[in-house]
């Protein structure tokens, strides 16, 4: 469990930061995909500050959860992917938290959207990640569970972002 000096304000200089961290990682990764199939995964504490940032949370860097809404005293888990169309999630056996928010880039605007899933960690126990097992199923048996959110969740649930952040602009835009 997280301690109180765990958490982190992202206030707008570490933003800042991110947002360039964000353009680094994207022209490595550009570098990096015209010789090889794979580029490199968004990083996490790109992806989380970024969350952190828009919604007012504190970048958790101990254990349990991504972040921390302090005036909810809610867990925060975020999920990101950096290809648009398609993402696969996976989710430790131990996985609790009380709120799951996905993260969607789309790299050539360079925004960032942001969903509110309304999960918490006992609702997404029931999502079906194969025929005959849901997450619960595989997490009980001490696997990591993957699946696409965008499916499994997003569409199926008809979900519409609630923020976008614009990374050229350094801007947070509330769409909900």
Not at 9 to 16: A, E, L, Q, V, W
Not at 42 to 58: Q, R, T, V, W
Request: proline fraction near 2%.
């Amino acid at each position: 469990m997280a301690t109180l000096h765990d958490y982190v304000k992202i206030d707008k200089s570490r933003f800042s930061d991110m947002v360039k961290a964000y353009f680094l990682w994207k022209e490595l990764n550009s570098l990096i995909k015209n010789s090889h199939t794979r580029g490199i995964n968004f990083p996490e504490i790109i992806s989380e500050s970024l969350l952190c940032y828009a919604l007012d949370y504190k970048l958790n860097r101990g254990t349990g959860g991504d972040a921390y809404d302090e005036g909810n005293n809610k867990v925060i888990e975020c999920k990101a992917t950096s290809n648009f169309d398609k993402d696969t999630s996976s989710f430790s056996p131990n996985e609790e938290f009380d709120r799951l928010y996905f993260l969607r880039l789309y790299q050539r605007d360079d925004e960032l959207y942001i969903y509110d899933t309304e999960y918490d960690s006992e609702k997404l126990k029931l999502v079906q990640v194969s025929k005959k097992q849901t997450l619960g199923d595989q997490q009980k048996q001490g696997r990591r569970p993957r699946f696409s959110i965008i499916k499994q969740i997003i569409e199926k649930d008809n979900i519409q972002p609630i923020a976008k952040i614009d990374l050229r602009k350094e801007k947070v835009i509330r769409l909900k």
